[in-house]
């Protein structure tokens, strides 16, 4: 089989189960953290997560870093936007700032060859909600506008104080003011979705939320999924990940996540605190394929037609 035929195979098929990993020592590290967790997919920091200050990335380290990639298992590598950006912001320096770092983000994204930067699209603090939406689309169209091709994925949200983005029309209106250019995409986060009062683990709810997404956005936008359980019930609007099992979700509720016909092909990383609080397992991500296999199952045996 032909390295095009192994792709369209493996993207039929399958899901890129992975995780989140840090780039502490450089970026090339991050590569070898993912094999050493067995990642199909892996998702970076471009720079420290909680500071406006830039990360370089030499020439040597993106090459060492590509080189790594090809030889390894990964075929999907996701840039998480780091938190402070907030891209709906109406004050000058916050926006200034926040266009920077999301800017540094997709010029990265492109030397690297990402699958998409993940945006979380922003949050209104005291002020007038549309002129927030509005700001948060021109920063979008700004940046894409000055990059070159790396997409750009919007995060759902948990939902919590004015974040921007906790439903899929909220998601659509994002594109729409972003210039609805093809680079904009999206990122599912099942905890969010649950928090934000989506019932994402039953497989009737979960279908309308996707038919709600090929609707109003179109399936071809759906680039990524963040597997994660969540700590707090349904429609709580509060985001706190638990390891897989642990939390809201379940095993039983991820089953069918995990499972949903429409996410086949999608890169799928964890962002779970794991059993050191440093991020999942290699059993962590295992026992993701794992469930998904199960929730896979389950549903061929629930479609059979009665004897
Ligand atoms: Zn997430
Ligand atoms: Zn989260």
């Known amino acids: 089989m032909g390295e ?32 050493e967790l067995e990642c199909d997919a892996i998702q970076i920091f471009n720079q420290s997560s909680r500071a406006w200050k830039p990360q370089n990335h030499s020439d040597e380290a993106v090459f060492e870093f590509n080189e790594a990639i090809a030889e390894s298992r990964i075929e999907s590598v996701l840039i998480h936007a780091v938190y ?10 916050v926006r200034s700032k926040s266009l920077q770092a999301l800017k540094a983000s997709l010029e990265l994204g492109d030397r690297i060859g990402a699958a998409g930067v993940v945006l979380h699209p922003g949050s209104q603090k005291q002020e007038d909600y549309e002129r927030c939406m509005e700001a948060a689309g021109e920063t979008i169209a700004e940046c894409l506008a000055e990059t070159e091709s790396c997409p750009l994925l919007l995060e759902d949200t948990a939902g919590a104080g004015g974040t921007l983005g906790r439903d899929i029309s909220e998601l659509a209106r994002l594109v729409e003011l972003g210039g609805a250019d093809e680079r904009i995409g999206l990122c599912l986060d099942c905890c969010h979705l649950l928090a934000s009062g989506f019932e994402v683990r039953e497989r009737d709810p979960l279908a309308e939320l996707v038919d709600e997404v090929e609707v109003k956005i179109g399936l071809k936008r759906l680039r990524a999924l963040h597997v994660n359980d969540s700590q707090m019930p349904l429609g709580s609007n509060r985001d706190r990940h638990a390891s897989l099992g642990d939390g809201e979700l379940g095993d039983r509720g991820l089953r069918v996540f995990l499972s949903e016909p429409r996410f086949d092909g999608l890169p799928a990383v964890l962002e779970t605190p794991g059993p050191e609080r440093s991020g999942p397992d290699a059993a962590e991500i295992r026992k993701a394929r794992r469930l998904r296999r199960e929730g896979r199952r389950n549903r061929k045996r629930k479609d059979a037609p009665a004897p």
Do not use: Q, Y
Request: glycine fraction near 12%; charge should be positive.
């Open 4 to 35: 095009g035929a192994k792709r369209t195979f493996l993207v039929s098929f399958s899901m890129f189960i992975g995780a989140h990993v840090s780039i502490a020592g450089g970026l090339p590290n991050a590569v070898a953290r993912g094999v």
């Open 84 to 93: 402070l950006i907030n891209a709906a912001s109406l004050e000058r320096e």
